[in-house]
């Protein structure tokens, strides 16, 4: 099987770790001067995190270095020893986006390793807006829930699961980031490319030297990243996301090395993959449209299929169903949406 028709695993150690929740060996060298150190997230649905080590002239430069907790830190330790370095030897680190298991232990490496943290501009605002006295406001999520036309005796079990993750201390990078940036890290030339959708300010990594695409949570090879979690007033997720998915076409034939699971080549394959899965949702909500028009999202959501079952839906899954239903309602009206089910028949 060539590369482009399927997804083909490159670490039979990351996956086999993987498919075990286990923790794979303490760092993988994956390409020249990089390795992958796997990080533990506490309590989490998923094991690790892969946080890139990069060897440089100057010393280490990590990308996403993982869930800011003492097991964490103790694992890049171990990672970064295994590979010949210190913690000290930290220089950057580079989050792909602002979510805890991934830009988690950067204020500690900052402090500990004088560390310069970098992500992009947009999701600095990102996190300004999710850390607002208004996004953890329970009256307007009231509204909301009001606005989505949930029955009044399901909102105390979604106001009971409404609380954020607990997110990270720091809220500024020590450079920020734009699309089409080159970061240079004395033996690693690293150009900015914005992939906004999982979150607006989410970014990917390209080395084209070592035909290498660090992909945080943009792209995994088996797992479909949520969309829209960490966004702007006024922002269309999904029409994003699919945008960039598309942006990744240049780099088909590169390795791509994800924030978790395991490294893959196979690209190509996986974007249309990912783009099926999502644009097979919005399908099913556009043909809901021509019955139900204006209906409030309860009446999308309920009529939607569900792994789970729609009654066996609770507290923060039922809160996840229908924002994704509000997500892919509002998407499927835009001539974004109707252009791309016209342009990929229903699979
Ligand atoms: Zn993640």
Same mark, same amino acid.
Do not use: K, N
């Given at each position: 099987?060539?590369?482009?028709?399927?997804?083909?695993?490159l670490?039979?150690?990351q996956?086999?770790?993987?498919?075990?929740?286990q923790?794979?060996?303490?760092?993988?060298?994956?390409?020249?001067?990089?390795?992958?150190?796997?990080?533990?997230?506490?309590?989490?649905?998923?094991?690790?995190?892969?946080?890139?080590?990069?060897?440089?002239?100057?010393?280490?430069?990590?990308?996403?270095?993982?869930?800011?907790?003492?097991?964490?830190?103790?694992?890049?330790?171990?990672?970064?020893?295994?590979?010949?370095?210190?913690?000290?030897?930290?220089?950057?680190?580079?989050?792909?986006?602002?979510?805890?298991?991934?830009?988690?232990?950067?204020?500690?490496?900052?402090?500990r390793?004088?560390?310069?943290?970098?992500?992009?501009r947009?999701e600095?605002?990102?996190?300004h807006?999710?850390?607002?006295?208004?996004?953890?406001?329970?009256?307007?999520?009231?509204?909301?829930?009001?606005?989505?036309?949930?029955?009044?005796?399901?909102?105390d079990?979604?106001?009971?699961?409404?609380?954020?993750?607990?997110?990270?201390? /720091? @809220?500024?990078?020590?450079?920020?980031?734009?699309?089409? %940036?080159? =970061?240079?890290?004395?033996? $690693?030339? !690293?150009?900015? *490319?914005?992939?906004?959708?999982?979150?607006?300010?989410?970014?990917?990594?390209?080395?084209?030297?070592?035909?290498?695409?660090?992909?945080?949570?943009?792209?995994?090879?088996?797992?479909? /990243? @949520?969309?829209?979690?960490?966004v702007?007033?006024?922002? %269309?997720? =999904?029409?994003?996301?699919? $945008?960039? !998915?598309?942006? *990744?076409a240049?780099?088909?034939?590169?390795?791509?090395?994800?924030?978790?699971e395991?490294r893959f080549?196979?690209?190509?394959?996986?974007?249309?993959?990912?783009?099926?899965?999502?644009?097979?949702r919005?399908?099913?909500v556009?043909?809901?449209?021509?019955?139900?028009?204006?209906?409030?999202?309860?009446?999308?959501?309920?009529?939607l299929?569900?792994t789970?079952?729609?009654?066996?839906?609770s507290?923060?899954?039922?809160?996840?169903?229908l924002?994704?239903?509000?997500m892919?309602?509002?998407?499927?009206?835009?001539?974004?949406?109707?252009a791309?089910?016209?342009?990929?028949?229903?699979?």
């Amino acid at each position: 099987m060539g590369g482009v028709s399927a997804v083909e695993p490159l670490s039979p150690a990351q996956l086999s770790a993987w498919d075990d929740a286990q923790t794979p060996p303490v760092a993988e060298l994956v390409a020249p001067q990089v390795w992958a150190i796997p990080v533990p997230i506490p309590a989490g649905t998923i094991p690790h995190t892969l946080c890139y080590a990069l060897f440089g002239g100057d010393g280490v430069h990590l990308i996403d270095p993982g869930w800011g907790h003492p097991d964490g830190i103790r694992a890049l330790e171990a990672g970064l020893a295994s590979a010949g370095a210190a913690l000290a030897d930290v220089r950057t680190v580079i989050a792909t986006h602002f979510h805890p298991d991934h830009l988690g232990a950067a204020a500690e490496l900052r402090e500990r390793c004088g560390a310069r943290v970098v992500f992009s501009r947009v999701e600095q605002q990102v996190l300004h807006t999710e850390t607002s006295a208004e996004a953890t406001d329970i009256s307007a999520y009231r509204e909301t829930l009001r606005g989505w036309g949930v029955p009044e005796p399901r909102w105390d079990e979604l106001i009971a699961s409404f609380g954020r993750p607990s997110l990270v201390a /720091s @809220g500024s990078p020590d450079l920020a980031v734009d699309d089409g %940036d080159v =970061l240079d890290l004395s033996g $690693h030339r !690293l150009h900015v *490319l914005a992939t906004p959708g999982h979150t607006e300010g989410h970014i990917c990594l390209i080395d084209e030297e070592r035909g290498l695409l660090y992909s945080g949570d943009h792209v995994l090879p088996r797992i479909y /990243s @949520g969309v829209g979690i960490g966004v702007l007033p006024g922002s %269309d997720a =999904l029409h994003d996301y699919f $945008h960039s !998915l598309d942006r *990744l076409a240049p780099y088909d034939e590169f390795v791509v090395l994800p924030g978790h699971e395991f490294r893959f080549r196979g690209l190509a394959a996986r974007r249309a993959q990912v783009a099926a899965h999502h644009l097979r949702r919005t399908r099913e909500v556009a043909a809901l449209a021509d019955e139900l028009g204006d209906a409030p999202v309860w009446d999308y959501a309920r009529r939607l299929t569900w792994t789970a079952g729609w009654s066996g839906m609770s507290g923060f899954w039922l809160h996840s169903a229908l924002r994704q239903t509000a997500m892919h309602r509002d998407y499927a009206r835009t001539a974004s949406a109707r252009a791309r089910l016209g342009a990929a028949p229903p699979a």
